[in-house]
């Protein structure tokens, strides 16, 4: 069975400060990992994902997370946060290689503050 | 493109009561799939389907069902509806089952059950 442990339901940041999203996994074999952002009142969309290769992802918006097999971690930061970044904030993890098999994590609330 | 669509946005039914949320989408996706977003619970899988004519079940299906007559519709039935299906039901889509697809996912629709 693979699962998604997101480390805090809500995380409040002061504008300009760093972003810390944190995601461990657990997956029985090579996993694939991503992050989606929901902001108020809309459907998910995809920030970025870790399928194969290079451990370090870039995402949209100025985001990107670090694939860390040896922590089972793949943490979502942003060197300095907009007002504009608040929203909920998922973590998922396709283990088994198929669509259907894609858990998500409980969620963090993204605050941030002027 | 339009991507997923759902309709309708809001629905308030009565114990009892069954209803119908429409999902469309115009990228010509072979997977779509149901969820279900409950306060501190993520998303969870409600039924899928890999094409036209096949659909399988979910994490949480009971209650629920589904059919896929053409590539771009896959409507969610409720057959009786209970205050526990009171929830957020979103839709997504993607090219295939593959694991590393980016989901689509629709708005949503807020439902309330009396």
Not at chain 1, 61 to 79: C, D, I, Q, V, Y
Request: proline letters at 4%; a neutral charge; glycine letters at 10%.
């Amino acid at each position: 069975a693979q699962s998604v442990t997101q480390l805090g339901s809500h995380v409040s940041v002061s504008e300009g400060a760093l972003v810390l999203l944190r995601c461990n996994y657990s997956s029985s074999v090579p996993p694939y990992l991503f992050w989606y952002v929901q902001y108020p009142n809309q459907g998910l969309q995809l920030l970025l994902k870790y399928t194969t290769g290079a451990t370090l992802v870039k995402g949209i918006n100025g985001f990107e997370a670090e694939f860390k097999k040896s922590e089972t971690s793949f943490h979502l930061t942003k060197p300095s946060a907009h007002m504009s970044d608040a929203a909920e904030y998922f973590c998922a993890v396709s283990g088994t290689g198929t669509a259907s098999k894609l858990t998500f994590g409980t969620g963090t609330r993204l605050q941030v503050t002027l | 493109n339009a991507g997923v669509t759902q309709t309708p946005k809001f629905q308030v039914l009565k114990t009892g009561q069954s209803m119908t949320l429409q999902c469309a989408q115009d990228m010509n996706h072979e997977y779509m799939s149901w969820y279900r977003q409950d306060p501190g619970m993520g998303l969870r899988l409600i039924h899928y389907s890999v094409g036209a004519g096949i659909t399988d079940q979910g994490e949480v299906p009971n209650g629920y069902n589904v059919s896929r007559s053409t590539t771009e519709d896959f409507p969610l039935r409720l057959l009786s509806a209970a205050p526990s299906q009171t929830s957020v039901y979103f839709c997504a889509s993607s090219y295939s089952l593959a694991g590393a697809e980016t989901q689509y996912f629709g708005p949503g629709t807020r439902l309330l059950v009396l």
